[in-house]
C-alpha cells in the first residue's frame, strides 16, 4: 500500500515536471504540411541552437554559463525540446548543447509552439507552460477537418487567438544585474499588439496536403535576418525639402523598437545624385548599447545602457541634413541593419561569417526634384 502511494507521488511529481515531455519531431509533419514546414526549416526558430546559428555560437562560446558553469541556460528558450531541459535550468545541474542529441537540434519545434498552453509571467524571463498531452495541437483555423495524425484544439488558447503565443520566449530577458538585455515588452505593454498578423501573415498555399485551402500562415517568420521584404510596410520612409536642408522622417509603425537585439545597428544612408555625380552624405546609425562603468559590455556584465538611439515603438524619427537639395537631384535612401555591430564582429571571432559582417538592406526608396 505504501509503496503504491509512493509510487503514485513520484508518478505525480514526474508528470508535474517539464522533465518529462516529449515532442513529437518536426519532421513528422513534413509528409501532410509540406510547404509549412518548407517554411519552417529555414526559419531562425528551425535553427536556434549553437551548431546551426554562428551568432548565437559566438556569444554562447563567451559566456560564464558555458565556460564556468557548463550550463546551457539558453536552452529554455533557444532549445525548448531538449529532452534534458531540466538539467539546463535547474541551479547546480551541468548539461551543454550536444551536436548528437536529436531533441536539441529540433530547436524550436513544431509540437513545441502547439503545445504552448499558458505564459507565465516572471521578472527575469517568462515561462511557457506546456500541455501534457502528445500529439494534441492547438491551432487557430475556425473551419479544419480531422487529422489522421493528432488531434486539434481550435479554441480556448487565448494566446493561439491573440497572436501573443510568442511572449513567453520574446517578451524581455533580464541579465543578473537586473538589466534588459532585449525586451519586446517589458510591462506586458504588447499585450494587445498581435506578433503572428505581422510575422506570420496569410500566404498562398495549402495548410495540408489532405485538405486544400488557399492559404495558409507564414511559418518562415519574417525578421531580421530573413523575410524582411515582409515587414516593409510597417516602416515609411518620406522626405521633407527645405531652404537650405533637407529632412529625412522614418515612421515606425511597429509596437517594438525597429530592432531587439543589442547586437543589432540599424544605418540610414543617404546619397543625392546631380548631373551624374554622387554625392554619399554621412551615415546615419540607430543603436542600442549595453555595458557597464561607460564602456560596451557582453550581454551578462552589461549593467546599464550606455547609448539608446534605436528607433522606438511607434516613433516617427526625422534625421535632418545640411545639403540644399536642387531641382533636377535625386535623393537615394536606404535603410538597412548589420546583425552585429561592426564593432563588435572581431570581439566575437566572427569576421569570417557573412551574417555576421553584411549589411541587409530593409528599404529603399527613391525622391526625384
Ligand atoms: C527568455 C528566452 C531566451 C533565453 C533564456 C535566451 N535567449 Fe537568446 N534569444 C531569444 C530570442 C527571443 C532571440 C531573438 C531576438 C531577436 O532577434 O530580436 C534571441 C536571440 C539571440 C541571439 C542573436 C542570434 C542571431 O542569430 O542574431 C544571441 C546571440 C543569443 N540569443 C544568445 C543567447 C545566449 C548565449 C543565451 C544563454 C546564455 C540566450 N540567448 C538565452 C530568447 C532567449
Ligand atoms: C497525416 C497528416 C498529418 C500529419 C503528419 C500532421 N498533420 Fe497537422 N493537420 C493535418 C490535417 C488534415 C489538419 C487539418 C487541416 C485543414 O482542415 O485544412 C491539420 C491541422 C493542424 C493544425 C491546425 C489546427 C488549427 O485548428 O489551426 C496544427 C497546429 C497542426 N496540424 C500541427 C501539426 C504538427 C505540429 C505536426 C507534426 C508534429 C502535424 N500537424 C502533422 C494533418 C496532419
Ligand atoms: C520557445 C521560445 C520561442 C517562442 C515560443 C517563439 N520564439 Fe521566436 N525566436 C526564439 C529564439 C530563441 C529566436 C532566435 C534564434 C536565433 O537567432 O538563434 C527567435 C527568433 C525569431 C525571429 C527571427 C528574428 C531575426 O533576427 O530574424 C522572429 C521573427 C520570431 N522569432 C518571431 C516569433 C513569433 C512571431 C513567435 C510567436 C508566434 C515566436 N517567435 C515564438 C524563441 C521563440
Ligand atoms: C505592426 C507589425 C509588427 C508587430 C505587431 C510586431 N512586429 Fe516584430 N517586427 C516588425 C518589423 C517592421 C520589424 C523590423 C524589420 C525586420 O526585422 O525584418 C520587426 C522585427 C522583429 C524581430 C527581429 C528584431 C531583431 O533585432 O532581430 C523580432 C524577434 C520580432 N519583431 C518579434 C515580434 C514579437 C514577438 C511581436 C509580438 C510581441 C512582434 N514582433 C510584433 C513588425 C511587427
Ligand atoms: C514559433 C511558434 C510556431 C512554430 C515553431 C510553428 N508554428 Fe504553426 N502556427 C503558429 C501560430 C501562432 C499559428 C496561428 C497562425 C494564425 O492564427 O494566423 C500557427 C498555425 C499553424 C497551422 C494552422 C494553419 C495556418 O496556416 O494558419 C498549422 C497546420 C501549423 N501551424 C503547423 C505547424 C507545423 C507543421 C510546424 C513546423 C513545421 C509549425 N506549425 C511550427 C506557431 C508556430
Not at 136 to 142: A, D, E, I, K, R
Not at 200 to 223: N, R
Not at 301 to 323: C, G, L, P, W
Not at 331 to 357: I, M, Q, S, Y
Amino acid at each position: 500500500m505504501k509503496f503504491i502511494f509512493l509510487l503514485l507521488l513520484f508518478l505525480i511529481s514526474v508528470i508535474a515536471n517539464d522533465a518529462v515531455h516529449t515532442y513529437a519531431k518536426s519532421e513528422e509533419c513534413k509528409a501532410c504540411h509540406t510547404q509549412i514546414y518548407k517554411e519552417y526549416y529555414g526559419s531562425m526558430h528551425a535553427n536556434a541552437t549553437p551548431q546551426k546559428d554562428p551568432i548565437h555560437k559566438a556569444v554562447w562560446d563567451r559566456h560564464p554559463k558555458n565556460l564556468k558553469f557548463e550550463q546551457y541556460s539558453c536552452g529554455k528558450c533557444h532549445t525548448p525540446a531538449a529532452d534534458d531541459l531540466d538539467k539546463m535550468l535547474t541551479k547546480g545541474q551541468k548539461a551543454l548543447p550536444d551536436a548528437t542529441n536529436e531533441t536539441h537540434q529540433e530547436a524550436i519545434s513544431c509540437a513545441y509552439c502547439h503545445r504552448i498552453k499558458s505564459i507565465e509571467l516572471h521578472k527575469i524571463s517568462n515561462t511557457n507552460i506546456m500541455t501534457n498531452t502528445e500529439k494534441n495541437y492547438f491551432g487557430t483555423m475556425l473551419e479544419h477537418i480531422e487529422s489522421p495524425f493528432h488531434g486539434i484544439v481550435s479554441d480556448g488558447n487565448e494566446h493561439m487567438k491573440n497572436g501573443n503565443v510568442c511572449i513567453g520566449c520574446h517578451s524581455h530577458k533580464m541579465n543578473k544585474h537586473g538589466l534588459n538585455v532585449c525586451s519586446t515588452n517589458i510591462d506586458n505593454e504588447l499585450n494587445a499588439a498581435n506578433c503572428v498578423s505581422c510575422h506570420m501573415p496569410k500566404v498562398d498555399g495549402s495548410v495540408s496536403l489532405l485538405h486544400e485551402t488557399k492559404k495558409h500562415a507564414f511559418h518562415g517568420f519574417a525578421g531580421a535576418h530573413f523575410h524582411s521584404e515582409m515587414l516593409t510596410k510597417y516602416v515609411d520612409i518620406s522626405i521633407l525639402r527645405e531652404i537650405n536642408s533637407f529632412k529625412i522622417n522614418i515612421d515606425n509603425q511597429t509596437s517594438h523598437a525597429l530592432l531587439l537585439h543589442p547586437l543589432r545597428v540599424a544605418v540610414l544612408k543617404v546619397s543625392v545624385t546631380r548631373d551624374a555625380n554622387v554625392t554619399q552624405l554621412k551615415n546615419e546609425t540607430f543603436v542600442r548599447v549595453i555595458g557597464a562603468d561607460g564602456k560596451p559590455a557582453m550581454p551578462w556584465a552589461a549593467k546599464t545602457d550606455i547609448k539608446n538611439t534605436m528607433i522606438k515603438a511607434n516613433e516617427k524619427r526625422v534625421v535632418k541634413y545640411d545639403f540644399k537639395i536642387l531641382k533636377g537631384d535625386k535623393v537615394d535612401v536606404v535603410l538597412g541593419w548589420f546583425l552585429v555591430n561592426p564593432k563588435a564582429v572581431k570581439k566575437l571571432g566572427l569576421e569570417n561569417e557573412k551574417v555576421a559582417t553584411e549589411f541587409n538592406i530593409f528599404k529603399k526608396q527613391s525622391f526625384n526634384f
